[in-house]
Every structure is written in structure tokens, then in C-alpha cells.
């Protein structure tokens, strides 16, 4: 009489794990996710980390490309001081138009070749940017040094 309602009880007691007697193989379980639907949040602003930069061409003999050398400030990894690293980019120039020593904006684009997948775009100068925007006159007055006597 103990030994059936022993065994009843075990015949009721289920195992929790799949794995006990091998029912469920490795291959048939998926990675736990932890974003089911895999589009992002709608409030989550998109991160368009490095799709312009700008930097200096310092070869353009190649037909419709420049070699482009960026330079950024970035810590080291021992001592932690802002030390500069310099990358160069090939980037498609169509018309042929930049020269050594032109300061150009490089825009991410779809690949162009195996090394290239960037657009030279020219810069307009700081010079230019000021006199186009009005740099001379302050809030729209002019200054005292060119206020006539």
C-alpha cells in the first residue's frame, strides 16, 4: 500500500527541467533576447557617430580619388592625455577638384570600392564663412573703429 501511493506520487511529480531525461536538444533552444521585437524605441534618437568628418587631402594622384588625413584628439590608454591620431580615408572626388593641402568634409556614403566609402565635399573657409555671414558687424552695428569721425 506505501509502495503504490509512492509510486503515484511520482508518476504526479513532473520534472521542471527539459533537460532531465534529454528531451529537448541544445540546437532547438534559441539565445534569450532581450528585445523581442527588434525595432528600437521610438524615443531613442539615432546615433550617427562618424558620418562627417573633415580633414586635409595629402595625395590626389589617383583618378577620381583622395587620400584624406583626419586628425582627432583622443586620450591615451596608459597616461590618459589627449594625444592626436591621424587616420587616412580614401574618398571619391568625381571631378577631380580638390588638391594637396585642401581642407575637405568627408560624408559617409554607400561603397564605392573596396577602400572607398566616403564623398570629398568641399569646406567652405573660415574667412569666407565670416564675410558671408556678416562677421564685421556685431548685432548689426558697425564697429567703433569704422564708424566715420
Not at 557617430?49 to 584628439?73: F, I, P, Y
Request: net charge positive; aromatic share 4%.
Amino acid at each position: 500500500m506505501i509502495t503504490s501511493s509512492l509510486t503515484s506520487s511520482l508518476q504526479a511529480l513532473k520534472l521542471s527541467s527539459p533537460f532531465a531525461h534529454g528531451s529537448t536538444p541544445l540546437s532547438s533552444l534559441s539565445k534569450p533576447n532581450s528585445f523581442p521585437n527588434h525595432r528600437m524605441p521610438a524615443l531613442v534618437p539615432v546615433i550617427r557617430a562618424m558620418k562627417t568628418m573633415q580633414g586635409r587631402v595629402v595625395c590626389a594622384t589617383s583618378d577620381k580619388t583622395v587620400a584624406v588625413e583626419v586628425v582627432r584628439l583622443a586620450p591615451h590608454p596608459k597616461y590618459k592625455r589627449r594625444v592626436r591620431m591621424k587616420k587616412k580615408y580614401q574618398a571619391h572626388d568625381p571631378d577631380n577638384q580638390f588638391k594637396v593641402g585642401d581642407v575637405v568634409r568627408l560624408e559617409k556614403s554607400r561603397p564605392i570600392s573596396k577602400t572607398k566609402s566616403f564623398v570629398a565635399l568641399p569646406v567652405i573657409a573660415r574667412a569666407a564663412r565670416k564675410a558671408e555671414a556678416g562677421g564685421d558687424e556685431l548685432l548689426g552695428l558697425p564697429l567703433e573703429s569704422q564708424q566715420p569721425a
